[in-house]
């Protein structure tokens, strides 16, 4: 039986990958934040919270890195927690750089010490391409990232690329571009719209702010990108992997489905230059091609069944929340 370390578990990414890993007959292990609210919302939502073993850890502390690798001893890493909101990298930039980026090198680090031979997943972003100004990215495409979470992104790939050449460890970055799901955190776009014109459907607030209504990215289901992450370890040799569509829409058409879906007009959403970041990127798209020939993997769910997905089931937690029947979901927590 493997075993398995995921950081960043009560993340949306973190939570489905627990669950396909389980399925696998994987035993997991998963990392949380100490925080006094704990998070943990997503795992009781896919009903695995009492199948995993939970263990604090603190990207900012070695120390505490290494107790987490020697209770464990895995045989698979993956490595997904972050700060990974863009726009509040801006807001703060170092704690950015010191735990998305030099928390890789301090997991990396205690793997060259305890077991060279665990394999390393690392969560890289497509953010990281910025403003370079190809319409179409792979994983030859230069980056240019944007904001001090890009950058901070970028350190990452580097830093697990570096100990991949350097200590002929198992290292492989999956550079996902957006993939979203009904776990998808409100500080993201996509959540945030699915959840705001569910609310105005429902009569329950009466329009929604937006930043950048142009901006174009490149959208897939993330329990689809899970898979790919794991197919990624399961290689004879490491290397690196964009995950994507080969689509790509603006927010604005993202915003047009969510309301077609929800039954209400596009009047009642509207851009606010208080949510416009100092830099974005104003398009996003990948080609998988590589993912598809080495790994056999393909996107099936693109942005229309994606959106319906999500609205669907904000409208669905909202409903029972007016008939006060219990859930687990973050959006009625932060009410």
């Known amino acids: 039986m493997k075993t398995a370390l995921i950081t960043g578990i009560t993340g949306q990414d973190g939570a489905y990958l627990a ?34 073993n939970l263990l604090p850890m603190d990207l900012l502390d070695s120390a505490s890195i290494d107790n987490v690798l020697k209770k464990t001893d895995p045989s698979e890493i993956y490595h997904l927690a972050a700060q990974s909101f863009v726009a509040v990298s801006f807001q703060q930039p170092l704690y950015t750089a010191d735990v998305t980026g030099l928390g890789v090198t301090r997991i990396l680090d205690s793997i060259l010490k305890h ?57 492989s970055n999956g550079i996902c571009f957006n993939h979203e799901s009904p776990l998808r955190g409100l500080e993201f776009v996509s959540r945030k719209i699915s959840n705001g014109v569910a609310r105005i459907s429902l009569g329950l607030q009466k329009d929604l702010k937006l930043g950048n209504l142009d901006a174009v990215r ?33 927010v604005k058409e993202f915003v047009e489905e969510s309301c077609k879906i929800a039954g209400i007009s596009t009047n009642k959403i509207k851009s606010s230059k208080s949510y416009l970041r100092p830099s974005d990127v104003e398009h996003l798209q990948g080609n998988p091609k590589k993912a598809e020939i080495k790994l056999g993997w393909k996107p099936k769910i693109k942005f229309k069944k994606l959106i319906k997905i999500m609205v669907e089931e904000d409208l669905k937690r909202w409903t029972n929340w007016s008939k006060s029947t219990p859930d687990y979901w973050d959006a009625i927590m932060s009410e």
């Open 19 to 52: 669950q396909f890993l389980i399925d696998k007959g994987y035993t997991v292990y998963g990392t949380y934040r100490r925080v006094s609210t704990p998070n943990f919302w997503r795992l009781h939502y896919l009903k695995i919270f009492d199948k995993i």
């Open 115 to 171: 077991n060279k031979k665990i394999k390393f997943y690392q969560a890289s972003s497509s953010e990281m391409y910025g403003k370079e100004n190809s319409k179409i990215k792979n994983e030859n495409t230069m980056f240019y990232p944007t904001s001090p979470y890009a950058i901070a992104k970028l350190s990452g790939f580097w830093t697990s690329t570096l100990y991949r050449d350097a200590y002929s460890i198992f290292t």
């Open 218 to 250: 490149d959208w897939g289901y993330a329990p689809e990108y899970i898979e790919g992450m794991w197919l990624t370890l399961q290689q004879k040799t490491s290397d690196d992997y964009v995950f994507a569509t080969n689509e790509s829409h603006t």
